[in-house]
T-cell receptor, first 113, second 115 residues
Framework: RKEVEQDPGPFNVPEGATVAFNCTYS??????FFWYRQDCRKEPKLLMS???SGNEDGRFTAQLNRASQYISLLIRDSKLSDSATYLC??????????????FGKGTHLIIQP | NAGVTQTPKFQVLKTGQSMTLQCAQD?????MSWYRQDPGMGLRLIHY???????DQGEVPNGYNVSRSTTEDFPLRLLSAAPSQTSVYFC??????????????FGPGTRLTVT
């Protein structure tokens, strides 16, 4: 089983709809979880961290389910500008550091007018 | 602040050539890293540094060298380019404190083709 798995998509969603996608991770010792956004031919940027209690930032909600070992990202009232690839990132090492991060391959989201 | 800068943006090499990808950050971040991103693969860590004078290997270090003589700069050297090193290379930096250490600030990337 791969360490971090995501449905690559693409998810084709009409503007204004709600879309959700999950990311599963295999290491039960994983410490921290994040969603990054990557636009076409650009660098990844942190979208939000995922806390145990869930995390909401405007139209974006991230949830963690430790028992089933997955995190989710929900986007409400989707905008054309939400079209991007969403990378799931899991950290297995306490104390930080790039060597503890595992990046998923990403889920490609296309918002259609 | 310019953030993380990388040069060049594009590069074509012949097999066997060597070159250095430059990376600099002006945020006084302790951590710096190099990743490669290939189609159908997640970002993979090549080398990283937790401070000036300290470097360590990541997941895919073979064929690459790094050095960190200053906090700001973290160049990546390809010793003898191979077609398998055709990829997009991202440099990243982060603070060293708690959760902030996980927020990677990425440079714009270098697209490298080895023929």
């Amino acid at each position: 089983r791969k360490e971090v798995e995501q449905d690559p998509g693409p998810f084709n969603v009409p503007e204004g709809a709600t879309v959700a996608f999950n990311c599963t991770y295999s290491n039960s010792a994983s410490q921290s979880f994040f969603w990054y956004r990557q636009d076409c031919r650009k660098e990844p940027k942190l979208l939000m961290s995922v806390y145990s209690s869930g995390n909401e930032d405007g139209r974006f909600t991230a949830q963690l389910n430790r028992a089933s070992q997955y995190i989710s990202l929900l986007i409400r009232d989707s905008k054309l500008s939400d079209s991007a690839t969403y990378l799931c990132v899991v950290n297995i090492k306490p104390g930080g550091g790039a060597d503890g991060l595992t990046f998923g391959k990403g889920t490609h989201l296309i918002i259609q007018p | 602040n310019a953030g993380v800068t990388q040069t060049p943006k594009f590069q074509v090499l012949k097999t066997g050539q060597s070159m250095t990808l430059q990376c600099a950050q002006d945020m006084n971040h302790e951590y710096m890293s190099w990743y490669r991103q290939d189609p159908g693969m997640g970002l993979r860590l090549i080398h990283y540094s937790v401070g000036a004078g300290i470097t360590d290997q990541g997941e895919v270090p073979n064929g690459y060298n790094v050095s960190r003589s200053t906090t700001e700069d973290f160049p990546l050297r390809l010793l003898s380019a191979a077609p398998s090193q055709t990829s997009v290379y991202f440099c990243a930096s982060s603070l060293a404190l708690g959760l902030a250490a996980y927020e990677q600030y990425f440079g714009p990337g270098t697209r490298l083709t080895v023929t």
